[in-house]
């Protein structure tokens, strides 16, 4: 079945939005020393697919993906996700936020560890749910209303403005202008659009150099004791607590807990039965 214009015009929008913030994010990660894994080829993976496999073992191709140590040979560790997406109607939008939501958090369990930043570049027309759906759960968002983006294609004559009830011929009119188009007017429309959302890009590019550049603040320690009980209905646990005295608990050592707090506000728990165990895991953070 042949594709049609409206759904490649919209493909046109979407990897202009990327080559718009790209060239940031590339910046970021050389300064940083940290690398930058996108769509292509890559030693170190295979096809050309940016794929991570999440703590449920379900795998995920994403956009953009910042790893410590990495290089086109070795996966390093990653310290960024980040998800692009373009949506012209709001209607889609909720749905979108979720499928993004689905792919990010369970890798950001995964790699709890690091700890990594999770953001999402979004264009077009998001409801202000959907956004602090995302918010909620720690994006950081990157958005670029649909008004910058019909301003942005406009200084090389494209008409961006489009509906539900626009022609297919209109579509088609606007992809053949962009595919005669040069490399350079290309790239004009690109800088147009992070030029017209610099202050937010700006901002965006700032939290993740707090996560990444992030320092450990505070580290807090707690041994556990006591004696584990379990019951079958919170009844039992009502009548129990009745006639529980605290200074007559059992002493044994049950577990570790910890909580470790960055400067940027982060803070990664932990729970460790065995004490090398434990000594291991805060190595990590050495």
């Known amino acids: 079945m042949a594709q049609s214009f409206a759904h490649k015009f919209g493909q ?11 060239p940031c994010l590339k910046v970021f990660a050389r300064r940083n020393h940290l690398f930058l894994d996108m769509k292509g080829p890559r030693p170190a993976r295979q096809g050309s697919k940016v794929t991570w496999t999440d703590i449920n073992g379900n795998k995920h191709d994403l956009d953009y993906v910042m790893e410590k140590d990495g290089t086109q040979s070795k996966i390093g560790a990653p310290v960024a996700f980040i998800e692009c997406a373009w949506r012209r109607y709001t209607k ?3 749905n979108k936020a979720q499928e993004i939501q689905g792919a990010i958090i369970p890798l950001f369990e995964k790699y709890m560890k690091e700890h990594p930043f999770i953001g ?6 998001f409801t202000q749910g959907s956004l602090s759906q995302l918010k909620s759960l720690g994006f950081r968002i990157l958005y670029f209303p649909y008004s910058s983006i019909v301003q942005a294609f406009a200084i090389v004559g494209i008409n961006a403005q489009f ?7 209109e579509f088609k009119r606007q992809v053949k202008k962009w595919d005669a188009l040069s490399t350079q007017k290309k790239r004009k429309v690109y800088r147009q659009i ?3 959302g ?3 890009l ?21 041994t556990i004791y006591g004696e584990k009980r379990e019951f079958n209905t919170i009844d039992e646990v009502k009548t129990f607590l009745a006639s529980f005295q605290p200074q007559s608990a059992n002493s044994q050592f049950y577990r ?16 460790h039965k065995d004490k090398n165990e434990f000594l291991l895991f805060l190595s990590y953070f050495v």
């Open 198 to 200: 610099r202050a937010d």
């Open 120 to 125: 999402v570049i979004l264009a077009g027309d």
């Open 194 to 196: 992070a030029k017209i």
């Open 202 to 222: 700006d901002t965006f590019i700032s939290s993740l150099a707090e996560s990444i550049q992030r320092k450990i603040t505070k580290v807090r320690v707690w």
């Open 92 to 94: 889609h939008s909720r």
């Open 256 to 271: 570790f807990e910890a909580e470790i707090e960055y400067s940027n506000g982060d803070v990664i728990r932990a729970t």
């Open 163 to 169: 509906d539900e009830h626009t022609d297919e011929k």
């Open 12 to 22: 046109i929008i979407g990897d202009a939005l990327e080559s718009a913030v790209e």
